[in-house]
């Protein structure tokens, strides 16, 4: 049996600690695998913030999460609400669900057989995420709200912001009350501009926000790629921010081939 994936790995420490009915954040929501794993261990009574700075992320993921709504075979419904200052308003449409197959969390799994799992969808719900996306169309200011409701995922709000924001974008009530907030650094899977990735400049506020806001036994996880360029450098820089963090504050575990320098691997930071 060999060791699990870093993204599984990542996924396994957040399954103990968060409980449902909790808050947590993916900062760096890409193609919304962790999203949707939030989604899930939070519940019907939790909460999940989502943050990136490219649209296309939050739409693959606001329909991942209507499939996943889908698969549940329950009604679900998507809320789009347009932030303030934007004319249009929001649309709030509902379809029923038990068309398309079941969907996969994506856990381990890489960014082609995420592809795949995307490309399953049933053309209804196609059809009425095409439709969506089109009367949103617009402003970075906008937030993107993907709701389940009555079922098990939580609520979930999609911010188009830098997760440096992160502090602000979330209600001060709560401060100190998140329970998880997962880190997946580098560039999207399958992105038109493949240079569009996280920098320390944001990364380590976020990081710095992130801690700012667990809950005692809160945890924080980052998966660094060194192997692609600047990664590296960034891999090293959040080492350094974690190494340099009071033991009574957070405690800090690498997860790492010493072998492969070059592979990605998992730091991940409790809150004491
Ligand atoms: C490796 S991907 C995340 C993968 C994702 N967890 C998944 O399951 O597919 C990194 C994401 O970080 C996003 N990103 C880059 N800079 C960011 C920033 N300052 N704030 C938030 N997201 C950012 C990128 O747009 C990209 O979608």
Redesign the pocket.
């Known amino acids: 049996m060999g060791f699990v994936s870093v993204l599984n790995f990542a996924q396994q420490l957040i399954q103990k600690r968060l409980q449902p009915g909790e808050i947590a954040i ?9 999203t949707l794993f939030l989604a899930r261990l939070a519940g019907a009574r939790g909460r999940v913030y989502g ?4 649209q296309a ?1 939050l739409d693959r993921t606001r329909e991942r999460l209507e499939r996943a709504g889908e698969s549940g075979g329950r009604d679900s419904r998507v809320e789009s609400a347009a932030g303030e200052g934007e004319g249009g308003g929001g649309k709030n449409a509902e379809f029923k669900a038990g068309e398309s197959e079941a969907f996969e969390s ?1 856990a381990g799994k890489s960014g082609a057989a995420e592809s795949n799992a995307d490309a399953r969808a049933s053309g209804k719900a196609e059809a009425y995420l095409g439709a969506a996306r089109r009367g949103e169309a617009g402003s970075a200011k906008r937030k993107l709200h993907a709701r389940e409701a009555g079922a098990r995922l939580a609520s979930v709000e999609l911010l188009l912001r ?3 924001e992160m502090a602000e974008a979330l209600p001060a009530e709560h401060r100190g009350r998140v329970g998880a907030a997962m880190f ?6 399958g992105a038109e501009d493949l240079g ?4 320390p400049a ?1 990364t380590l506020p ?1 990081l710095e926000a992130a801690l700012s806001l667990l809950r005692p036994k809160g945890i924080l996880t980052a998966v660094l790629y060194p192997g692609h360029e600047g990664g590296g450098a960034e891999a090293l820089a959040v080492e350094r921010w974690a190494g340099a963090l009071p033991v009574s504050e957070a405690r800090v575990i690498l997860y790492r081939q010493p072998q492969r320098p070059e592979a990605p691997y998992l730091l991940a930071v409790e809150k004491v």
């Open positions: 993916d900062a760096t929501v890409g193609t919304g695998a962790d943050f990136d700075i490219q992320a994506g830098s997760h440096a997946n650094l580098g560039y999207l899977p569009v990735m996280t920098a944001s976020a």
